[in-house]
């Protein structure tokens, strides 16, 4: 989208709140399908330069004037290509949302792994200031990148791994964040636990999800083997006892998506099968592929 143009001014109308300042934005753009082009948006809102270099210690930063006139954006090079996307529609959350003050001894934001991996579902009352706008900014960038009307069309049916991935490709978002978006927006209550060698690392669930019983760093025994090249796993009855806090009586379904350098997603979701029969597109609660 070389040429784009976007009236800044009517989009900090929308207030210093995420959700609104992605919201106008799109309302510009009217993007009907396909990745969102968050350099050409970037450049539209007057931010001058993004530079991909190599950076240590932190994924992204951001240089602005005084007047927040004009910004400048560095971002790690040696990430993918997801990844960088979603660096640079978090650090254009900074620029956009005149709240956001950088520390005192600094004209800008630095932000680390760590910044960007904070939840975009929460913290937003935080007395620190540093962890709520992180987290801001990391909702900014979803909301921006994976708005939900490009994203319902994914949610269909029974929660599959195959849609997360569908939803990564389509839009250009890295794996993680697809299984963390799908899990927050589907219409059924599910869950999904990310891992490293078979110990998890963190978990995002669905608001109406019984509560899990994995806790970080615990051991995952037994993760469901591979089908084929896709790295995907069949959707398998699993004990609720071994993922729940408090097991219901519906039965537990999981599946997992295995990565490169022993990272893992594990998707969990209750067994709702009897009222599916000739609903799903991509069969009827399929428990084998």
Not at 85 to 114: K, M, Q, V, W, Y
Not at 198 to 208: D, P
Not at 276 to 283: A, H, K, S
Request: with cysteine.
């Amino acid at each position: 989208m070389s040429g784009l143009r976007l009236d800044r001014m009517e989009i900090e109308e929308a207030g210093p709140n995420p959700e609104r300042l992605a919201a106008a934005i799109h309302a510009q753009l009217d993007l009907d399908a396909g990745a969102v082009p968050v350099e050409s948006i970037a450049k539209a809102l007057d931010i001058v330069e993004i530079r991909h270099a190599p950076l240590i210690g932190f994924e992204g930063a951001l240089v602005m004037t005084d007047d927040r006139g004009i910004g400048a954006i560095a971002v790690n090079r040696a990430s993918s290509r997801q990844r960088r996307n979603f660096t640079i529609a978090h650090e254009l959350g900074h620029f956009l949302d005149l709240r956001h003050r950088p520390a005192e001894t600094a004209n800008g934001f630095a932000c680390s792994r760590a910044d960007l991996g904070r939840s975009w579902r929460g913290s937003f009352n935080a007395r620190d200031r540093h962890v709520r706008q992180e987290c801001e900014a990391n909702r900014f960038a979803i909301e921006l990148l994976a708005p939900i009307r490009l994203v319902r069309r994914h949610l269909r049916g029974i929660p599959d791994l195959e849609r997360v991935l569908a939803l990564s490709d389509a839009l250009g978002l890295s794996r993680e964040a697809s299984a963390r978006r799908y899990v927050e927006l589907h219409e059924r209550p599910c869950a999904v636990v990310f891992s490293r060698e078979k110990q998890v690392r963190y978990f995002e669930a669905h608001a109406e999800f019984p509560a899990l019983s994995c806790t970080k760093g615990q051991r995952l025994s037994g993760l469901l083997p591979t089908v084929d090249s896709s790295g995907l796993s069949n959707r398998e009855e699993a004990d609720p006892q071994n993922w729940l806090r408090n097991p219901t009586r519906q039965d537990l379904v999981v599946q997992t998506f295995a990565q490169r350098e022993g990272y893992s997603i594990t998707l969990l979701a209750l067994d709702d099968r009897h009222e599916e029969e000739g609903v799903d597109d991509l069969e009827p609660f399929r428990l084998a592929r």
